[in-house]
T-cell receptor
Framework: AQSVAQPEDQVNVAEGNPLTVKCTYS??????LFWYVQYPNRGLQFLLK??????LVKGSYGFEAEFNKSQTSFHLKKPSALVSDSALYFC???????????FGTGTRLKVLA | NAGVTQTPKFQVLKTGQSMTLQCAQD?????MYWYRQDPGMGLRLIYY???????DKGEVPNGYNVSRLNKREFSLRLESAAPSQTSVYFC??????????????FGEGSRLTVL
């Protein structure tokens, strides 16, 4: 079965420090890989996606993600965290050839001032 | 440009009551989706519509029906609400780039409580 894992329910980081939110997936074929952010009482917003090519993808708000094919991982990173980055983050690979996207359970990022 | 609009934002129902969640998108996208979000479970797909005139079941379709009224609108109906359907419901529509390739645009959510 297709699945995605976000192993950390919550990540705490001090403002100004680098952050990483982890994602690994088990999807056959070559899925497209997405990250979304959800602020309280809001819908999800697209951050970035990997299609093919360079393993480091840059997205909105200074976020980037690193694709590793051998480890089937797509970790979200940011060099310097802001308090305003505190939110819920979802990794979501697509199921190739279908219309479906597979969502992880989400990781709550808390950036401490 | 509103993107994806959902109504209502909040609703409280009694067990056995029915209701319809409305969703409209103004991006001229072909596909539309309904998800539910529950704590610790991420987003689960209820139904989707790949194009106008078609609908398909997702992971958790039981207790729900959908209608793709036209290209813009995709509604979700609960015929006889149950407490297990207490959740936050999101409508979404992927950018027009082919199957599973476009990023999803989400509505703001509909928070439903069934007593």
């Amino acid at each position: 079965a297709q699945s995605v894992a976000q192993p950390e329910d919550q990540v705490n980081v001090a403002e100004g420090n680098p952050l990483t939110v982890k994602c690994t997936y088990s999807v056959s074929g070559n899925p497209y890989l997405f990250w979304y952010v959800q602020y309280p009482n809001r819908g999800l917003q697209f951050l970035l996606k990997y299609i093919t090519g360079d393993n480091l993808v840059k997205g909105s708000y200074g976020f980037e993600a690193e694709f590793n094919k051998s480890q089937t991982s797509f970790h979200l990173k940011k060099p310097s965290a802001l308090v305003s980055d505190s939110a819920l983050y979802f990794c979501a690979p697509s199921d190739p050839g279908t219309y479906k996207y597979i969502f992880g359970t989400g990781t709550r990022l808390k950036v401490l001032a | 440009n509103a993107g994806v609009t959902q109504t209502p934002k909040f609703q409280v129902l009694k067990t056995g009551q029915s209701m319809t969640l409305q969703c409209a998108q103004d991006m001229n996208h072909n596909s539309m989706y309904w998800y539910r979000q529950d704590p610790g479970m991420g987003l689960r797909l209820i139904y989707y519509s790949a194009s106008e005139g078609t609908t398909d079941k997702g992971e958790v379709p039981n207790g729900y029906n959908v209608s793709r009224l036209n290209k813009r609108e995709f509604s979700l109906r609960l015929e006889s609400a149950a407490p297990s359907q207490t959740s936050v419901y999101f409508c979404a529509s992927p950018a027009r780039q082919g199957r599973g390739t476009g990023e999803l645009f989400f509505g703001e959510g509909s928070r439903l409580t069934v007593l």
